[in-house]
């Protein structure tokens, strides 16, 4: 039911006509027609004023198409694709060949829109048509009929893009991004992750999907994994690959280096001056000797088991480092031979692993003792049907594999058949040593000697830049790149290279909002206020209601610290 709202703007009150609606599962008023002044209101309800209006969103669809125009987003794509071949024809006079529009559109235009549509509103591209609608993004890009944008429009689209053509693509894009980006492009963070999928198990058109160890605990769903590239600073996308979801990440790391390695020549980067940031769950001996050879600088983690000698050697050498203005760290710095080479290694206690650590032992203790109490319960009643050899086969299986059980419980299984006795008990000066000496070590190496044993540090947590940009890849509202509706692999590659777009778009968007001193936190809050940003389409009749209708559009009434913001975004009415 529609209502009337005030708004107090500058001393002066406004009157709208708002609906309640639920947005991001919350109810909302939604402004659906400005009226203006009290003034304004009186002249038309006297009928001095006769007039119609519409109001759709307009600020962040606005803001991402007018960063999509400056990068030529649609012209990149297109240009590639007539590189390969895809979708040309002769032009009219001039004899340049262009690409063939599908319902009006290229598919540069297309994939753009689908972007855009992935930033602001992550919708399937079922539901693209009718987001579209509520937007004016298809009087932006000058869609006529944007109900023909169907999943059918975006299938027919997608077939046109070759697997080859998105790396040249994404490349020329990304150089284009930082030209105008005032980025330190020194430090790199790597990582990888998996998405899981409901491609079921039968089709056999994908083998890009496949089982196994998935980030989100869902094993038992086929998954897609992502390797990306990114800038420490800004946390601009650089690279991505997108490949089979049983492939292990160390496996991918060692494929996809040399690949990683050109596309930083092809952006004019000097090679020697770079340093790349990969975790421990990318390392293998093999692997680092490629590093090594590819002449980039690096800083990474090794496991604490396989240098177990460093980490007794740092804990009694410890000191305090100094990270920030409001953090510090213990750690030992040294040069050690590690896999052939002299390297400098770091030895830190993180305190919130460390923590993190002691309540995942504490977890399992409690289960496995829950376990341990039911079977002594089932022995003392002489219920237990199993022999002496399959108890403490199941024992030791139960303790194997989880987190230092076997170090902190002590369990006995004395007697013999049928008469067997179980004991247990948790071994507090075990566990106690274990979270002095060994709990929240974290062992880094590097190449870089010059660097401080701060700037190393720092260095490693920046990885926690490229987490951030999968959780926003994993947002639900904006970004989101599951589900994917598609059943070749193609077509997975063209909706990955599409919501990595989104990405792109979205994150320049919000670095530019914050040079332009942005109160907002997150690229998500920024998107969020810039959807409730809406324009208003008036049309004016005369009082007799002849002659024509005088059309105007304007932005309504918005927050001051918003509308000083719109500018620098490319918002205008």
């Not at 009150?13 to 008023?29: L, Q």
């Not at 009226?35 to 004023?49: C, E, F, M, N, Y």
Request: contains cysteine.
């Amino acid at each position: 039911m529609a209502s009337l709202q005030a708004r107090r703007v500058r001393g002066h009150t406004y009157w709208h006509i708002v609906e309640s609606r639920r947005v991001n599962g919350k109810p909302r008023p939604v402004p659906i027609a400005y009226l203006g002044k009290a003034d304004d209101l009186l002249a038309r309800l006297q009928g001095t004023d006769a007039f119609e209006l519409r109001s759709k969103s307009h600020g962040a669809v606005a803001a991402t198409w007018a960063l999509a125009k400056e990068l030529d987003l649609a012209g990149t794509i297109d240009r590639h694709l007539a590189a390969f071949g895809r979708r040309i024809r002769p032009g009219r006079s001039s004899g340049i060949r262009r690409p063939v529009k599908n319902d009006g559109l290229t598919v540069g235009q297309s994939l753009t829109l689908a972007a855009i549509g992935r930033a602001c509103h992550a919708t399937s591209k079922r539901g693209f048509a009718e987001w579209i609608a509520t937007t004016t993004l298809g009087d932006l890009a000058e869609v006529p009929d944007v109900g023909r944008l169907t999943s059918q429009h975006f299938w027919d689209q997608m077939e046109q893009v070759p697997v080859e053509s998105i790396a040249a693509m994404e490349q020329e894009l990304v150089s284009r991004v930082l030209e105008r980006l005032a980025l330190a492009v020194d430090t790199l963070l790597f990582d990888a992750t998996n998405f899981f999928t409901f491609i079921a198990s039968t089709n056999a058109r994908a083998t890009l999907p496949a089982r196994g160890h998935n980030k989100q605990k869902r094993d038992d769903l086929r998954q897609v994994s992502i390797a990306l590239l990114c800038s420490r600073e800004g946390g601009v996308p650089l690279w991505h690959h997108t490949y089979g979801g049983q492939i292990a990440d160390s496996k991918c790391f060692a494929e996809v280096l040399p690949l990683i390695r050109q596309r930083l020549v092809d952006l004019g980067r000097d090679i020697q001056s770079l340093t790349i940031v990969y975790d421990k769950g990318n390392v293998s001996r093999a692997n680092q000797q490629k590093v090594d050879l590819s002449k980039l600088h690096y800083v990474t983690a090794v496991t604490t088991a396989s240098q177990p000698e460093l980490v007794k050697e740092a804990n009694q050498k410890l000191e305090p480092v100094i990270l920030g203005n409001v953090e510090t760290v213990k750690a030992f710095r040294t040069t050690r031979k590690i896999w052939g080479a002299e390297r400098t290694a770091v030895v830190l206690v993180s305190e919130r692993l460390r923590e993190g650590q002691m309540r995942g032992v504490l977890q399992h203790v409690a289960s496995a003792k829950q376990w341990l109490s039911s079977l002594q319960d089932t022995l003392a009643r002489g219920k237990q049907k199993r022999d002496r050899a399959r108890i403490q086969h199941d024992i030791e299986k139960r303790l194997q594999g989880r987190q230092r059980l076997n170090s902190v419980l002590r369990v006995d299984l004395s007697g013999e058949d049928p008469n067997l006795k179980l004991t247990y008990e948790f071994n507090q000066e075990a566990f106690d040593a274990l979270a002095a000496e060994s709990f929240g070590r974290i062992v880094l190496i590097s190449d870089r000697s010059d660097w401080s044993t701060a700037e190393i540090i720092n260095a490693y947590h920046g990885q926690s830049g490229i987490e951030a940009v999968f959780a926003h890849l994993k947002d639900p509202i904006h970004l989101a790149l599951r589900p994917q509706f598609h059943w070749t692999d193609q077509k997975l590659h063209v909706h990955v290279f599409v919501c990595l777009l989104g990405y792109l778009l979205s994150r320049v968007l919000f670095l530019r909002a914050r040079q332009a001193q942005s109160p907002y936190a997150s690229m998500e809050k920024l998107l969020d206020v810039l959807t409730e940003v809406r324009l208003v389409t008036v049309a004016r009749r005369s009082p007799t209601g002849k002659g024509r209708l005088s059309i105007s559009t304007r932005l309504e009434k918005t927050d001051p610290t918003l509308a000083a913001l719109l500018p620098a975004l490319g918002v205008q009415s």
